[in-house]
């Protein structure tokens, strides 16, 4: 059994949120705008994301919204309303500095998400854009690892040695020593245990729920698919 932080975000229902939790999801993150990069129907109404929050019994909630413009006091309003002590972009971006001071302030952290890793990338660039903004108020970082290939974590584990100057595990890891990271692959039931305890460095793991992407290079699951990858975390001692 793994004590690293298991995400996963894009729930919809109460009865998802409980049969994740059952299995370990210690993150449960509900969408509640429209998420451009997937075609379902998986942003949820106010209610709805009340209901996820009162379902679950220990995870955390994490409310995914639009951070990019609007008021500040209506954006904490909201996060209160549904619950949660977590808020993330729905797309890679850092909020405005009036928005990213309130949640602060009040209190609610924030996770950046849609950070794209890809094979070429230079480590050092990855999230320096992010350190150019001051109080980024940054719980953690979450990573999506190759997704231009559907077998991600065999190319990083067997392809990648074979170029040096690409990212590498080790990259992954190294970020991961200086940041609260969650990293996004192509997880099954066959690989999850080997991620788990090849990345040790990594904050946990975060799984994306969708039944259809608007992307082909996105990592996601379905809800079936998902509760497998769950089961599979277990076998890591």
Known sequence: ??????????????????????????????????????????TLTISEAVDVADAVRTATLVAAMDLSNGDPDNLISLARRVGATLVQPLVNAVPPHAVRLALHKAKIGIIYSGIEISHDDDPTWILSGHDTYPDLNATMFQVDVFSEYRDAWQFLRDESPEYPEEFQIDDLNHLARDRPILATLDFAPGNVAEILLKLPKITGIAVVLAEHASRTDLHFHSFPDALEVLKATHRVN
């Open 1 to 42: 059994m793994t004590n690293k932080i298991i995400k996963v975000d894009r729930v919809r229902s109460a009865s998802e949120a409980v049969a994740l939790e059952d299995l370990g999801a210690t993150m449960i993150a509900v969408d509640l705008a429209v998420n451009a990069r997937f075609a379902d129907h998986r």
